[in-house]
Protein backbone atom coordinates (compact mmCIF):
# COMPACT_ATOMS: atom_id res chain seq x y z
CA UNK A 1 0.00 0.00 0.00
CA UNK A 2 1.61 3.22 -1.00
CA UNK A 3 2.23 5.77 1.74
CA UNK A 4 0.06 8.50 1.74
CA UNK A 5 0.51 10.35 4.86
CA UNK A 6 2.88 13.49 4.21
CA UNK A 7 4.74 14.95 6.93
CA UNK A 8 6.91 18.95 7.00
CA UNK A 9 8.07 21.02 9.58
CA UNK A 10 9.74 23.95 10.58
CA UNK A 11 13.58 23.76 11.26
CA UNK A 12 15.29 26.31 13.30
CA UNK A 13 16.81 27.31 16.84
CA UNK A 14 14.98 28.17 18.87
CA UNK A 15 11.55 26.98 17.22
CA UNK A 16 9.25 26.52 20.24
CA UNK A 17 7.58 29.85 19.20
CA UNK A 18 6.77 29.50 16.13
CA UNK A 19 3.37 29.90 14.33
CA UNK A 20 3.59 27.56 11.43
CA UNK A 21 2.40 24.31 12.95
CA UNK A 22 -0.67 26.60 14.35
CA UNK A 23 -1.29 28.10 10.26
CA UNK A 24 -0.27 24.43 8.57
CA UNK A 25 -2.25 22.45 10.82
CA UNK A 26 -5.25 24.62 9.88
CA UNK A 27 -4.76 24.14 6.61
CA UNK A 28 -4.25 20.07 6.65
CA UNK A 29 -7.79 20.25 8.25
CA UNK A 30 -9.22 22.52 6.47
CA UNK A 31 -8.44 20.39 3.21
CA UNK A 32 -8.43 17.19 5.06
CA UNK A 33 -5.32 15.87 4.43
CA UNK A 34 -3.55 13.19 6.22
CA UNK A 35 -0.41 14.52 7.18
CA UNK A 36 1.82 16.53 9.69
CA UNK A 37 3.76 19.89 10.52
CA UNK A 38 5.82 19.64 13.20
CA UNK A 39 8.68 21.93 15.21
CA UNK A 40 11.77 20.62 14.00
CA UNK A 41 14.21 22.49 16.84
CA UNK A 42 18.09 22.12 14.93
CA UNK A 43 20.92 23.51 16.66
CA UNK A 44 23.42 25.63 14.84
CA UNK A 45 26.22 22.55 13.48
CA UNK A 46 23.41 20.13 13.37
CA UNK A 47 21.78 21.54 10.27
CA UNK A 48 23.17 19.71 7.76
CA UNK A 49 22.37 16.20 8.75
CA UNK A 50 18.64 17.42 9.66
CA UNK A 51 18.56 18.35 6.70
CA UNK A 52 19.86 14.81 4.86
CA UNK A 53 17.57 13.15 7.37
CA UNK A 54 14.44 14.46 5.89
CA UNK A 55 14.03 12.05 3.18
CA UNK A 56 15.14 9.22 5.57
CA UNK A 57 11.87 10.09 7.59
CA UNK A 58 9.35 10.23 4.83
CA UNK A 59 9.30 14.18 4.70
CA UNK A 60 7.87 16.42 1.89
CA UNK A 61 10.29 18.88 3.34
CA UNK A 62 10.77 21.95 5.53
CA UNK A 63 10.52 25.47 6.42
CA UNK A 64 13.72 26.99 7.56
CA UNK A 65 13.66 29.96 10.21
CA UNK A 66 16.75 31.53 11.74
CA UNK A 67 19.45 30.97 12.28
CA UNK A 68 19.33 28.58 9.36
CA UNK A 69 18.21 30.23 6.26
CA UNK A 70 21.66 31.38 4.80
CA UNK A 71 23.24 27.93 5.62
CA UNK A 72 20.75 26.22 4.21
CA UNK A 73 21.03 27.88 0.76
CA UNK A 74 24.41 26.34 0.77
CA UNK A 75 23.56 23.16 1.85
CA UNK A 76 20.76 21.63 -0.85
CA UNK A 77 21.11 20.07 -3.55
CA UNK A 78 19.61 23.15 -5.88
CA UNK A 79 17.92 26.37 -5.76
CA UNK A 80 15.59 28.27 -7.55
CA UNK A 81 16.29 32.25 -8.90
CA UNK A 82 15.11 33.82 -5.83
CA UNK A 83 16.71 32.37 -3.12
CA UNK A 84 20.07 32.37 -4.94
CA UNK A 85 19.59 36.71 -5.17
CA UNK A 86 17.84 36.89 -1.39
CA UNK A 87 20.80 34.64 -0.30
CA UNK A 88 18.74 32.76 1.93
CA UNK A 89 16.52 29.38 1.67
CA UNK A 90 13.58 29.05 4.15
CA UNK A 91 11.66 26.32 2.22
CA UNK A 92 13.42 22.70 1.10
CA UNK A 93 11.59 20.32 -1.05
CA UNK A 94 12.38 16.77 -0.89
CA UNK A 95 12.13 15.39 -4.23
CA UNK A 96 11.62 11.78 -5.92
CA UNK A 97 14.78 10.75 -6.29
CA UNK A 98 15.71 12.18 -2.06
CA UNK A 99 17.43 15.21 -3.42
CA UNK A 100 16.79 18.76 -1.99
CA UNK A 101 15.67 21.56 -3.46
CA UNK A 102 15.87 24.97 -1.85
CA UNK A 103 13.45 28.41 -2.64
CA UNK A 104 12.34 31.27 -0.98
CA UNK A 105 9.28 32.78 -0.29
CA UNK A 106 9.45 35.77 1.73
CA UNK A 107 9.26 37.74 -1.16
CA UNK A 108 6.25 36.76 -1.84
CA UNK A 109 5.20 36.48 1.18
CA UNK A 110 5.87 40.57 1.73
CA UNK A 111 4.20 41.67 -1.69
CA UNK A 112 0.92 39.17 -1.64
CA UNK A 113 -0.03 40.75 2.18
CA UNK A 114 0.88 44.36 0.59
CA UNK A 115 -2.18 43.15 -2.30
CA UNK A 116 -4.30 42.12 0.17
CA UNK A 117 -3.97 44.79 2.43
CA UNK A 118 -3.72 47.54 0.27
CA UNK A 119 -5.26 46.21 -3.15
CA UNK A 120 -4.65 49.62 -4.52
CA UNK A 121 -1.09 49.99 -3.97
CA UNK A 122 1.22 49.80 -7.03
CA UNK A 123 5.38 49.35 -6.77
CA UNK A 124 5.50 51.62 -9.47
CA UNK A 125 3.60 54.29 -7.97
CA UNK A 126 6.39 56.32 -6.34
CA UNK A 127 9.80 55.81 -4.37
CA UNK A 128 10.19 52.88 -1.72
CA UNK A 129 12.27 53.40 1.45
CA UNK A 130 13.06 50.52 3.19
CA UNK A 131 15.08 50.18 6.56
CA UNK A 132 17.47 47.87 7.68
CA UNK A 133 19.65 45.84 5.82
CA UNK A 134 19.44 41.81 7.09
CA UNK A 135 18.02 38.98 5.61
CA UNK A 136 14.59 40.36 5.47
CA UNK A 137 15.48 43.67 3.96
CA UNK A 138 16.93 41.51 1.03
CA UNK A 139 13.57 39.81 0.56
CA UNK A 140 12.03 43.04 0.79
CA UNK A 141 14.24 44.94 -1.87
CA UNK A 142 14.11 41.66 -4.00
CA UNK A 143 10.24 41.87 -4.09
CA UNK A 144 10.06 45.45 -4.91
CA UNK A 145 12.58 45.32 -7.65
CA UNK A 146 10.76 42.11 -9.17
CA UNK A 147 7.52 44.34 -8.43
CA UNK A 148 8.70 47.83 -10.53
CA UNK A 149 9.68 50.44 -7.84
CA UNK A 150 11.22 53.27 -9.49
CA UNK A 151 13.62 53.88 -6.98
CA UNK A 152 14.53 52.16 -3.74
CA UNK A 153 16.29 54.14 -0.44
CA UNK A 154 17.85 52.00 1.58
CA UNK A 155 18.74 52.93 5.53
CA UNK A 156 20.89 50.70 8.01
CA UNK A 157 22.30 52.09 11.10
CA UNK A 158 25.77 50.54 9.53
CA UNK A 159 26.29 52.09 6.32
CA UNK A 160 28.56 49.48 4.83
CA UNK A 161 25.85 46.77 4.90
CA UNK A 162 23.29 49.02 2.84
CA UNK A 163 25.81 49.68 0.30
CA UNK A 164 26.91 45.78 0.10
CA UNK A 165 23.41 45.02 -0.37
CA UNK A 166 22.37 48.24 -3.19
CA UNK A 167 25.30 46.48 -5.19
CA UNK A 168 24.14 43.38 -5.09
CA UNK A 169 21.15 44.50 -6.43
CA UNK A 170 21.37 47.05 -9.06
CA UNK A 171 20.86 50.82 -9.58
CA UNK A 172 17.11 50.81 -8.61
CA UNK A 173 18.33 50.81 -4.83
CA UNK A 174 20.22 54.02 -3.10
CA UNK A 175 21.49 53.95 0.16
CA UNK A 176 21.13 56.69 2.65
CA UNK A 177 23.12 57.50 5.45
CA UNK A 178 21.24 57.08 8.92
CA UNK A 179 21.63 60.62 9.72
CA UNK A 180 19.75 61.52 6.48
CA UNK A 181 16.54 58.68 7.45
CA UNK A 182 14.47 61.76 8.15
CA UNK A 183 14.67 63.65 4.59
CA UNK A 184 14.75 60.45 2.30
CA UNK A 185 11.13 59.97 3.24
CA UNK A 186 10.09 63.11 1.22
CA UNK A 187 8.28 61.74 -1.87
CA UNK A 188 7.75 58.00 -0.28
CA UNK A 189 4.84 56.40 -1.70
CA UNK A 190 5.78 53.20 0.59
CA UNK A 191 7.80 52.46 4.05
CA UNK A 192 8.49 49.60 5.23
CA UNK A 193 10.85 48.74 8.47
CA UNK A 194 12.55 44.95 8.18
CA UNK A 195 14.47 45.89 11.35
CA UNK A 196 14.17 44.65 14.73
CA UNK A 197 13.16 48.28 16.43
CA UNK A 198 9.72 48.21 18.03
CA UNK A 199 9.65 44.20 18.32
CA UNK A 200 8.60 43.40 21.97
CA UNK A 201 11.11 44.64 24.21
CA UNK A 202 12.81 46.55 21.63
CA UNK A 203 13.12 50.13 21.33
CA UNK A 204 11.17 52.10 18.96
CA UNK A 205 12.22 52.75 15.45
CA UNK A 206 13.63 55.91 16.11
CA UNK A 207 12.38 58.35 12.99
CA UNK A 208 10.91 61.66 12.32
CA UNK A 209 7.83 61.03 10.23
CA UNK A 210 7.45 65.08 9.16
CA UNK A 211 8.66 64.28 6.01
CA UNK A 212 6.18 61.45 4.87
CA UNK A 213 3.18 62.13 2.54
CA UNK A 214 0.15 61.09 3.50
CA UNK A 215 -0.56 59.10 0.85
CA UNK A 216 2.57 56.85 1.70
CA UNK A 217 1.87 52.84 3.01
CA UNK A 218 3.56 52.17 5.92
CA UNK A 219 4.26 48.39 6.70
CA UNK A 220 6.09 46.53 9.16
CA UNK A 221 7.39 43.23 9.72
CA UNK A 222 7.57 43.16 12.87
CA UNK A 223 3.83 40.69 14.32
CA UNK A 224 4.72 40.93 17.74
CA UNK A 225 3.10 43.57 18.90
CA UNK A 226 0.97 43.51 15.68
CA UNK A 227 1.03 47.08 16.26
CA UNK A 228 4.91 48.73 15.85
CA UNK A 229 5.05 52.35 17.90
CA UNK A 230 5.99 52.94 14.31
CA UNK A 231 2.28 51.85 12.73
CA UNK A 232 0.88 53.60 16.11
CA UNK A 233 2.35 56.88 14.84
CA UNK A 234 1.71 56.50 11.39
CA UNK A 235 -1.64 55.72 11.69
CA UNK A 236 -2.08 58.81 14.07
CA UNK A 237 -0.83 61.14 11.47
CA UNK A 238 -3.68 59.75 8.54
CA UNK A 239 -1.03 56.83 6.92
CA UNK A 240 -2.07 53.79 5.59
CA UNK A 241 -0.57 50.73 7.24
CA UNK A 242 -0.30 47.15 6.96
CA UNK A 243 1.13 44.88 9.57
CA UNK A 244 3.68 41.95 9.43
CA UNK A 245 1.27 39.25 10.48
CA UNK A 246 -0.27 39.12 6.98
CA UNK A 247 3.56 38.14 5.45
CA UNK A 248 4.25 35.11 7.63
CA UNK A 249 0.75 33.86 6.68
CA UNK A 250 1.01 34.86 2.52
CA UNK A 251 4.60 33.01 2.71
CA UNK A 252 3.63 29.69 3.89
CA UNK A 253 1.41 29.22 1.20
CA UNK A 254 3.68 28.10 -1.38
CA UNK A 255 5.21 25.96 0.95
CA UNK A 256 2.33 23.96 1.59
CA UNK A 257 1.26 23.89 -2.25
CA UNK A 258 4.93 22.37 -2.52
CA UNK A 259 4.17 19.84 -0.23
CA UNK A 260 0.66 18.96 0.21
CA UNK A 261 -0.61 19.57 -3.13
CA UNK A 262 -2.93 22.27 -2.86
CA UNK A 263 -3.05 25.86 -2.90
CA UNK A 264 -4.55 27.09 0.17
CA UNK A 265 -6.04 30.62 0.77
CA UNK A 266 -5.55 32.43 3.51
CA UNK A 267 -8.81 33.86 5.16
CA UNK A 268 -9.96 35.79 8.10
CA UNK A 269 -10.96 33.00 10.12
CA UNK A 270 -6.68 31.81 10.19
CA UNK A 271 -5.80 35.51 10.85
CA UNK A 272 -7.91 35.80 13.76
CA UNK A 273 -6.38 31.80 14.64
CA UNK A 274 -2.79 33.45 14.52
CA UNK A 275 -3.63 36.53 15.74
CA UNK A 276 -5.35 35.10 19.34
CA UNK A 277 -1.66 33.43 20.01
CA UNK A 278 0.35 36.87 19.36
Not at 5 to 23: E, K, Q, Y
Not at 152 to 180: C, H, K, M, Y
Not at 238 to 267: C, E, I, K, R
Request: charged share 15%.
Amino acid sequence: MAQTFRAAGVVGWPVAHSRSPLLHGHWLARHGIAGAYIPLPVQPGRLEAALRGLSALGFAGCNVTVPHKEETLARVDGADEIARRIGAANLVVVRPDGSLHGSNTDAYGFLANLRDRQPGWDASGGPAVVIGAGGSARAVLAALCDAGAPEIRLINRTPERAEILAASFGQTIRPVPWADRAAALDGAALLVNSTTQGMQGQPPLDLDLSALPQAAIVTDLIYVPLETPLLAAVRARGNAVVDGLGMLLHQAVPSFAAWFGVTPDVTPDLRALVEATL
